[in-house]
């Protein structure tokens, strides 16, 4: 139980920390770039899964369900 209350305590400090540094030109560019860096993560994740899925599927000889992007 102490232990949980030690990781609640983190996180909220962790978030006034955050929106402190977020209120600074610094800080915004700072979370801009995060952001961004974290898409473009995401999005690279997902294409190569659909190409995988893709391959799989070819070399299995079924059709691929669709899916929405």
Do not use: C
């Amino acid at each position: 139980m102490k232990n949980v209350i030690w990781l609640v305590i983190g996180v909220a400090a962790g978030f006034v920390v955050a929106h402190e540094v977020n209120k600074t030109q610094q800080g915004k560019q700072f979370f801009t770039e995060l952001d961004t860096k974290a898409r473009e993560f995401g999005e690279a994740i997902s294409e190569g899964y659909r190409q995988r899925e893709a391959e799989l599927h070819a070399a299995v000889g079924t059709a691929p369900t669709p899916t929405v992007p």
